[in-house]
């Protein structure tokens, strides 16, 4: 078999996001897809994406295992971080080595490094000036993310922001903080249901929220209706002829 390039990996990235924005796409499984492709194509190991609230205030929104989670959440607890620096000033920061250069964030480099992530690449989710969150990409072992990679990671964090800001939802302010409100209330109903899902099928979380996602996908639905339906056990997706409850769009 011919050796897939990194152009087509690349390409390939490109479109898995875009198939996200369909007419009624699901935001939260539009930044699970961000963070995926990312550690999918790019030189990084893990990645997980914070949002800003209606407040103003980063939440966790999507990840892509349980470690990610760990720093993110010790990060946001701590007020203090690269990803939150990065979302302050709207612009990238680059930890290469997070043992020698972490100092000035203790809460995150103790909890880093705990996970077995050595670097860090924060990119910003912005539009015009105007910054919605920010993406963490970690590496295992230090070192610079390369200039190349950096680019595709801020061009498919660009790519997400303007789905998150389309035409439909920056007619009206209210419509923007609606989504995004709908986005983290949409995390807290996933975290749920891989609860359930973890001890109904004796699995691990990452194992839970790949059969959500599976079935989500299979059935043509939202990733928040799936979780909804596991959450309150009206749903049982590890059936292989589980019944898909029908979805109305909005």
Avoid at 44 to 67: H, K
Avoid at 96 to 105: M, P, S, V
Wanted: proline share 4%; aromatic share 6%; hydrophobic share 45%.
């Amino acid at each position: 078999m011919a050796e897939v390039s990194r152009e087509q990996l690349i390409t390939e990235a490109f479109v898995t996001v875009a198939d996200t924005l369909i007419d009624d796409y699901d935001v939260i499984d539009l930044l699970h897809t961000l963070v995926d492709v990312c550690t999918s194509v790019l030189d990084v190991d893990a990645g997980g994406l914070l949002l800003a609230d209606e407040s103003g205030d980063l939440q966790l929104v999507a990840s892509t295992s349980e470690r990610a989670d760990f720093v993110e959440i010790m990060q946001l607890a701590a007020g203090v971080g690269p990803c939150l620096d990065c979302f302050s000033g709207g612009m990238p920061v680059s930890v290469a080595d997070i043992d020698r250069d972490g100092e000035q964030w203790p809460a995150f480099q103790s909890a880093a490094l705990f996970q077995g992530f050595h670097a860090v690449y924060a990119t910003p989710l912005r539009l015009r000036g105007k910054v919605l969150g920010a993406m963490n990409l970690f590496r295992s072992t230090p070192g610079e993310l390369n200039a190349p990679d950096a680019a595709v990671a801020q061009a498919l964090a660009d790519v997400a922001t303007i789905g998150i800001l389309q035409e439909r939802s920056i007619r009206e302010t209210g419509i923007v903080t609606e989504q995004l409100q709908r986005a983290l209330e949409s995390r807290i109903l996933i975290e749920q249901a891989k609860g359930v899902l973890s001890a109904m099928g004796r699995m691990s979380v990452d194992e839970a929220f790949e059969a959500l996602r599976t079935y989500a996908r299979r059935n043509n639905l939202p990733l928040r209706v799936v979780a909804e339906g596991v959450a309150s056990r009206t749903l049982d997706v590890l059936e292989p002829n589980a019944f898909a409850p029908r979805h109305k769009s909005e």
